[in-house]
């Protein structure tokens, strides 16, 4: 894989960790926490996102999978897909057990890069004092690709801010601000999530 094409996956796992922890990320390290809010399940939900900062994949897509088990625990996929120039569309899957999305809650994150055999890696995020509670901070109604949306804002540190909404399929995020940046583009159910793409992000 070549510099660029690693730099786009350590940019866009650091954009899902909502952290902005970039230089842990260079290092190899584990994000410190990751949002704790609640999944938003819908068999075929998936949502695409534009990101927003000056590095990274211009978009991804973030889907809901199937059932899943590793060492006896049960828990669900969740999908996250990117298009890495010069190496195709590279997938990390996240088998998350329990209603959130947290360090915790990961048992097993899954890379898939187009040639390559998949690598897993269990309990990717597990470590003491991984896990925070998200601050809440209000409550508003977004317009988004056309639909209103019920929207709850968290903070978190460093600086922080997620928009979360249960009509958002798989991890019911609207936007996400700070050190890295993205904002939903579209969602729903069943179809191609990247059919509708914009070129920019192709």
């Given amino acids: 894989m070549t510099d660029r094409a690693a730099r786009s996956l350590v940019l866009l796992t650091v954009l899902l960790a909502g952290l902005g922890a970039l ?3 260079a290092q190899g390290s584990a994000p410190d926490a990751l949002f704790g809010l609640p999944l938003v399940i819908r068999e075929g939900g998936w949502a695409r996102y534009v990101n927003t ?19 006896g625990k049960r828990g669900r996929w969740v999908i996250v897909e990117l298009d890495v120039p010069a190496t195709g569309r590279v997938g990390f899957d996240f088998l998350v057990e329990g209603e959130r999305f947290s360090a915790k809650s990961v048992l097993l994150m899954r890379l898939r890069v187009p040639g390559r055999p998949p690598t897993d890696t269990p309990a990717p995020f597990n470590k003491p004092g991984a ?11 977004e317009t988004v690709a056309g639909r209103k949306l019920e929207v709850k804002e968290y903070s978190y540190a460093g600086g922080i801010t997620a928009q979360w909404s249960p009509s958002v399929p798989v991890l019911g995020l609207v936007s996400v601000s700070g050190a890295q940046s993205f904002e939903l583009e579209a969602f729903g159910v069943g179809g191609d999530p990247w059919k ?3 070129a920019s992000g192709r």
Avoid at 53 to 71: C, M, N
Avoid at 135 to 141: F, K, M, N
């Fill in 23 to 25: 230089p842990s990320w």
């Fill in 53 to 71: 900062s000056p590095d990274g994949p211009p978009q991804f897509v973030i889907k809901q999978g199937g059932a899943g088990r590793h060492e």
């Fill in 131 to 141: 896990d925070r509670q998200p601050h809440p901070l209000r409550e508003s109604t």
């Fill in 196 to 198: 509708a793409a914009t």
